[in-house]
């Protein structure tokens, strides 16, 4: 209650395997060329952003957690870093499926990566799928670079959007359904931030 964080209760108690299976190839829909270009502006503008708070701009080490289709790890590689992502299943396109980018595949907590590797660690819309996110936090610091930056990207909760929907659902008298997590429907979300919840997430 004093950290606002909303989560499924009682917890899933999937396998491994589940877990991968949800993530497969069907996870990910078609969108259109505008959003597209949209993502992949507002990604250059987040790593812009981000690499901003290094001290150095030489040999960075960046590493992607959940890097869905490999956007992310096509940007970084432009620019000349040191590029790894990682994900529970294998979902990069072509172009992401490259000799100098590294692929881990599985969960993060499981992975046997080197600690203070990395100068950049890209965690977008990934907390929300885990259910154990400060154990991610904890892997995350270790895998950091000391002076290493993380960029941190989850749904608000306590959106105005979520506010509309929570008011249609008690205007149709459906006040026991949720406005915020569904974890068994895409994009199977189980746990839930806002601003006092992430940033006590990050005090941590």
């Given amino acids: 209650k004093n950290c606002e964080l909303y989560f499924v209760s009682p917890e899933l108690n999937f396998s491994k395997d589940e877990w991968q299976q ?3 190839s069907d996870y ?4 259109t060329v505008w959003l597209k270009k949209k993502r992949k502006n507002d990604l250059k503008e987040r790593l812009d952003r981000t690499a901003s708070y ?3 701009r030489e040999g960075i080490h960046f590493l992607e957690v959940g890097c869905g289709q490999g956007y992310g790890l096509l940007e970084s590689a432009g620019r000349g870093w040191n ?3 990682l994900d529970i ?3 990069r396109i072509a172009d992401a499926r490259v000799e ?3 692929f881990y595949r599985g969960i993060l ?3 046997g990566i080197d600690d203070n590797c990395y100068d950049i660690i890209y965690v977008d819309s990934v907390l929300e799928h885990v259910p154990n996110p400060m154990e991610y936090m904890d892997k995350i610091r270790n895998l950091l670079k000391p002076g290493g930056v993380v960029y941190i990207g989850v749904p608000n909760e306590d959106s105005f959007q979520n506010d509309i929907r929570k008011l249609i659902l008690m205007l149709k008298s459906k006040r026991e359904r949720s406005a915020k997590l569904k974890p068994l429907d895409n994009p199977y979300h189980i746990i839930g931030f806002n601003r006092i919840s992430l940033k006590y997430l990050v005090s941590k």
């Fill in 109 to 111: 907590t499981d992975t």
């Fill in 22 to 24: 949800l993530y497969n």
């Fill in 89 to 91: 299943f294998d979902n």
């Fill in 83 to 85: 590029t790894s992502g």
């Fill in 100 to 102: 100098g980018i590294k």
């Fill in 54 to 56: 290094l001290n150095s």
């Fill in 28 to 31: 990910f829909v078609e969108i």
